[in-house]
T-cell receptor, first 115, second 112 residues
């Protein structure tokens, strides 16, 4: 049973560039949430996707956007990168709408460095 | 908006002693409270969770208590072991499809 997988594991970009991060949820899960974790901080909620739609959004600017595909995998896109976007980006899946509850299972994350 | 405060930010306990981490939440509609453990360089993993209709829950050496009136909940680890060293995050949610909001974390050091 594959857990949550994310790619790439590390990424280095420069200010102003755009980045796309990818996530495959745990088998049987249908909901994907994205979190940003700055060094020494707790995960901050970016948004949640279900049925290919953004269902909830945290306090992040429009530069952060996402997508969910019919196979439940998801992408996080960040435009016009700022130095402050450097962080670990975590994807978490749950099987809420399949009766599996709201427990989040996290991927290992993508470490994004903006220079 | 929703806010989860966690303290202490760092905690050092002697191996074999107990550790307690405390959290408060602002949204009175919150009814789901998970705790996650994140070891260095690894993903956060759920260790225990509690719902608002339960005041306490235990799983071996780990227990969580909830005081809805005061809007605070705590994680208790007894008989601490070296492998308990990690960062622990509390979180809160209204449950169902609501987003889960995390505290800033507590770095727990187990001293030999």
């Amino acid at each position: 049973d594959a857990g949550v997988t994310q790619s790439p594991t590390h990424l280095i970009k420069t200010r102003g560039q755009q980045v796309t991060l990818r996530c495959s949820p745990k088998s049987g899960h249908d909901t994907v949430s994205w979190y940003q974790q700055a060094l020494g901080q707790g995960p901050q909620f970016i948004f949640q996707y279900y049925e290919e739609e953004e269902r909830q959004r945290g306090n992040f600017p429009d530069r952060f956007s996402g997508h969910q595909f019919p196979n439940y995998s998801s992408e996080l896109n960040v435009n016009a990168l700022l130095l402050g976007d450097s962080a670990l980006y975590l994807c978490a899946s749950s099987g809420l709408y399949r009766g599996l509850g709201e427990k989040l299972f996290f991927g290992s994350g993508t470490q994004l460095s903006v220079l | 908006g929703e806010n989860v405060e966690q303290h202490p930010s760092t905690l050092s306990v002697q191996e074999g002693d107990s550790a307690v981490i405390k959290c408060t939440y602002s949204d009175s509609a919150s009814n789901y409270f998970p705790w996650y453990k994140q070891e260095l360089g690894k993903r956060p993993q759920l260790i225990i969770d509690i719902r608002s209709n339960v005041g306490e829950k235990k799983d071996q050496r780990i227990a969580v208590t909830l005081n809805k009136t005061a809007k605070h909940f705590s994680l208790h680890i007894t008989e601490t072991q070296p492998e308990d060293s990690a960062v622990y995050f509390c979180a809160a949610s209204r449950g169902r499809d609501d987003k889960i909001i995390f505290g800033k974390g507590t770095r727990l050091h187990i001293l030999p």
